[in-house]
């Protein structure tokens, strides 16, 4: 896996699950089937046979002598029954990227939660004798506020996956989450803003070094052509889809590099606005 180094930043994406493929109008339930026949707007590496594929990973970002991680992913041993591919998996080519950096779980200082969905939280915790504890003992784990207490309320109706209590509160319960405003300074040069619509309170981080890791603002190069296309996954699509273009108008504007959760390797880009949407900028 290749490193991008920018600055006193150097940014390495650990996957888990390089190919996770769902029908696109699953992820995608605006999805115009005229847009198959777009054939340069569609690479088969991002949509083929009517699946979308995204990869499934974290950033570890290294700086200062600091290692922080953003978004933990599936994570192993999780009850997951709804998705074949997600449940109690063994899941360690996650750790082994972690250690193939020259880390342990120990050496993690920070882990940033950009939202508590299942497919974010996953390696928060690991079961150790039956029970979840955190998988990085020694870090300070960042949530919003917003966030946690969104679903903190609603997680008994609304956890589809169970990853609230198995990847969450166990932190929560260990006290060593904790909880931020929505513009925040995570470490030097890194600062919090709240991109909501995907769930209520999303977070993403912005590196003055100019990077921009969005979580999960956008899933898929899709949505640079068509910014308008929010995922059935969205608690608001409308807000999801401000976000996202107002996110990408300024990266575009900035020259920063796009980082979300989900595109292919080398899953970052830079992006220029085009006649329709943005194009990346290889
Ligand atoms: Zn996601």
Known sequence: MRNLVLGS???TGLTDINSFSLPVKTLFPSFDDKILNEKEALDPKVISNG???LTIRSWLLRQFGQNILIDCCVGAHKNRPNHPNWHKRDGKDWLKALIKEGLRPEDIDIVMCTHLHADHVG?????ENGRWVPTFPNARYICGKQEYKHW???YKKSDRHGSFQDS????VEKGQMEFVQDEWELAEGLITQLTPGHTPGHLSLKSKEGAFFCGDIIHSPLQLRYPELSTAFCSDPILA???R???LLEISETGSYLIPAHFADPGWTKIKKSRFGYKQIK
Do not use: A, F, Y
């Open 9 to 11: 930043l150097s940014v």
């Open 152 to 154: 903190s309320n609603t």
């Open 241 to 243: 889809r401000s976000s």
């Open 123 to 127: 390696w928060n915790t690991k079961l």
């Open 51 to 53: 699946l979308i594929h």
């Open 245 to 247: 273009e107002k996110v």
């Open 168 to 171: 969450v509160l166990p932190i």
